[in-house]
């Protein structure tokens, strides 16, 4: 019975360490916590410090009455039954070292007060697990580029790259591709699949609108998006020029893309030629140039502080800028500046560079060549 106590998520027999109070919390909130032997729910504090997630009886509590360590652990959210009343429910399971469990931890079951309240705790915990593991959702994009290019050498993350190659094998004709949505329950399991590290490779009986609405989610999650929020006001004012004098337009927007990072320009360029590729064939899947705008833009192109308000004002912008970036992707984005991002140095690898379109995970297996080098 000694083992019993372990099983709150409590060290056994010993107090957690108080956090850092220097360390600022990355999210704090009210939960319910499950309790494991009696399965009866507890209302407690949690502040989430680095990698661990201290629990308190009460908000102004200095001493905290338990601690989650998350290192190597997975987060799920659990489908509710409907008898339970929709609950917004999420797992914590520990990480396995060696032949124990972290510091005897139990799967820790939380329970939030809403659907946005349960995304926002797994979207934060999932971003302090994956920075570790290589998560792709919600990573900062060159934390993602840099850990990759142990993969060899990649202009844009793997996802994204193994999203519009499938797309423009086998989605080009399909109407309202990127505005019909995927199934979401697949898209998710997806989504899990490459945070956990996984390589999952879409076969041909993947639907396509759910790899899409991936390849949306993904941009939709990044911690700042591909145009950075620095540069947000600016590219709206191109759109505004562009539309009153395009030439000067085109001037103003080279000026701003030769602004962005590396990774964020190549990521953009890509995106912007693989929707050109898409635009091709408008008149079978209905989607236009314009209609692409509209509905890759706002993932593309945010402000830092998502008010509805501030969103509307700056939607006819975003729209035009991403409408000429699409057509004129050949005069904005020219080959002649694709650079990959310079893979980690290392003094005695001197290998050859891989061409684009055998590089990814499934490079090894695949025997056909990927689409890539009609991107």
């Known amino acids: 019975a000694r083992s019993k106590s372990v099983m709150t998520g409590e060290l056994a027999g010993t107090r957690p360490a108080s956090p850092n109070p220097l360390e600022r919390p990355l999210k704090l909130g009210w939960l319910k916590k499950q309790r494991s032997i009696v399965k009866n729910w507890q209302q407690r504090y949690f502040v989430l410090k680095g990698q661990q997630l201290y629990y308190y009886k009460d908000e102004d509590d200095v001493k905290p009455q338990g601690c989650l360590s998350l ?21 914590i399971i520990p990480g396995v070292s060696g032949d124990h469990t972290w510091a005897g931890q139990d799967t820790c079951v939380l329970m939030a ?39 060899g050498q990649h202009q844009v993350p793997i996802l994204v790259q193994k999203c519009a190659e499938f797309i423009l094998e086998h989605g080009v004709s399909e109407e309202g591709i990127f505005r019909l949505p995927g199934q979401d329950n697949l898209v998710k399991q997806l989504r899990d699949a490459f945070d956990a590290g996984e390589r999952p490779s879409f076969d041909r009986d993947t639907d396509v609108h759910t790899v899409a609405s991936l390849f949306k989610l993904y941009l939709r999650e990044l911690p700042e998006p591909v145009v950075p929020w620095m540069q947000y006001e600016d590219f709206l004012l191109c759109g505004q020029v562009l539309e009153t004098d395009e030439k000067k337009g085109h001037q103003e927007l080279l000026k701003q893309l030769s602004l962005l990072p590396r990774d964020n320009y190549n990521l953009l360029s890509y995106i912007c030629r693989f929707l050109h590729e898409i635009q091709l064939n408008s008149s079978v ?38 409408t000429v970036m699409i057509s004129d992707h050949a005069d904005l984005f020219p080959p002649s500046k694709d650079v990959p991002p310079s893979p980690p140095a290392s003094k005695n690898d001197k290998k050859a560079p891989v061409p684009r379109s055998s590089v990814g995970w499934d490079a090894a297996e695949d025997t056909a060549v990927p689409r890539a080098e009609s991107l």
């Open 71 to 91: 290192q190597g652990s997975t987060i799920k959210e659990v489908a509710s039954n409907p008898e339970e009343g929709g609950k917004f429910i999420f797992e």
């Open 285 to 322: 899947n209905k989607m236009s140039v314009d209609n692409l705008a509209t509905v890759i833009g706002v993932n593309l192109i945010r402000p830092q502080i998502e008010d509805p308000a501030i969103i509307m004002r700056g939607t006819p912008q975003i729209q035009k800028v991403l």
């Open 113 to 151: 007060n809403s659907q946005s309240e349960m995304e926002e705790w797994v979207k934060t915990i999932r971003r302090v697990l994956g920075s570790a593991s290589g998560a792709v959702f919600g990573q900062r994009l060159a934390e993602t580029m840099a850990y990759e290019q142990k993969f």
